[in-house]
C-alpha cells in the first residue's frame, strides 16, 4: 500500500534555512504535495509539484524532488517564527483519489 | 481552490453521546471527503460522501458509527455516534477541486469526548 514517511520534529534558528524531508513508496504518484498546519488550523495547501518535475521554486520555498529515490524536500528560506507549524507531505497518485498523508514534521522556529 | 466552512469548531462532548458536525463549500464539488486526526497523528480518511449515493467508509470505519449525509453538492455532515473518549479528534471535511488533485481543508471541529 502507500505510505508517506516524514521525520517528526525539526528545530532551526529564525533567519537560517529550513529543509524538512519526506520519503514516499507509490512509483506511480503524479503529483506530491506539502501542506501547512498552524495550531488550531485545517491544512493549508502550500505547493505542490508534478512527479516529472525536479524542482518548483514559489518565493521563499523551493521543492525538490528525486523520483528515483522517492525523495521529496521542502526548503523554506529565511525562516521566521510564523513559520513554526506542522508541515505534511501528500502524495496522490490519480487525479480522482483523495490523497495520503505523512505523519507530519514539527517545525519549531527559535528566535 | 475552495472556501470550506466547518461548525462546530470545537465541542466537548459526553460519553454516550452524538454529535454532528456540518461542512458548507462554496462551491458545487462532486466529493467531499471526510478525515479524522488523533492528536499527534496524520490524517486518516474516513470516507468519501457523494451527492445522491451512500458515503464510502475506508477500512475500520462503519456507517453506523459515522453516519454521513450528502443532500446537496455544497453540504455534508458527519455524525460521530455514541462517542467514546477515544473518538476525541479533529474532524476535518475538505473537497478536490483543483486540476493538480489538490485537496483543501476546512478549519477542523476539535472533538473532546469526556
Known amino acids: 500500500g502507500e505510505d508517506v514517511e516524514q521525520s517528526l520534529f525539526l528545530s532551526v534558528r529564525e533567519g537560517d534555512s529550513s529543509v524538512i524531508n519526506c520519503t514516499y513508496t507509490?512509483?506511480?504518484?503524479?503529483?506530491l504535495y506539502w501542506y501547512k498546519q498552524e495550531p488550531g488550523a485545517g491544512l493549508q495547501l502550500l505547493t505542490y509539484i508534478f512527479s516529472n518535475m525536479d524542482m518548483k521554486q514559489d518565493q521563499r520555498l523551493t521543492v525538490l524532488l528525486n523520483k528515483k529515490d522517492k525523495h521529496l524536500s521542502l526548503r523554506i528560506a529565511d525562516t521566521q517564527t510564523g513559520d513554526s507549524a506542522i508541515y505534511f507531505c501528500a502524495e496522490n497518485n490519480s487525479g480522482n483519489t483523495p490523497l495520503v498523508f505523512g505523519k507530519g514534521t514539527r517545525l519549531s522556529v527559535i528566535a | 481552490s475552495a472556501v470550506i466552512s466547518q461548525k462546530p469548531s470545537r465541542d466537548i462532548c459526553q460519553r454516550g453521546t452524538s454529535l454532528t458536525i456540518q461542512c458548507q463549500v462554496d462551491?458545487?464539488?462532486?466529493?467531499m471527503f471526510w478525515y479524522r486526526q488523533q492528536p499527534g497523528q496524520s490524517l486518516t480518511l474516513i470516507a468519501t460522501?457523494?451527492?445522491?449515493?451512500?458515503?464510502?467508509?475506508e477500512s475500520g470505519f462503519v456507517i453506523d458509527k459515522f453516519p454521513i449525509s450528502r443532500p446537496n453538492l455544497t453540504f455534508s455532515t458527519l455524525t460521530v455516534s455514541n462517542m467514546s473518549p477515544e473518538d476525541s479528534s479533529i474532524y476535518l471535511c475538505?473537497?478536490?477541486?483543483?486540476?493538480?488533485?489538490?485537496?483543501?481543508f476546512g478549519e477542523g471541529s476539535r472533538l473532546t469526548v469526556l
Open positions: 475538505s473537497v478536490q477541486t483543483g486540476g493538480a488533485g489538490e485537496l483543501f
Open positions: 460522501a457523494n451527492q445522491g449515493s451512500e458515503a464510502t467508509y
Open positions: 507509490d512509483s506511480s504518484s503524479t503529483y
Open positions: 462551491s458545487q464539488v462532486t466529493m
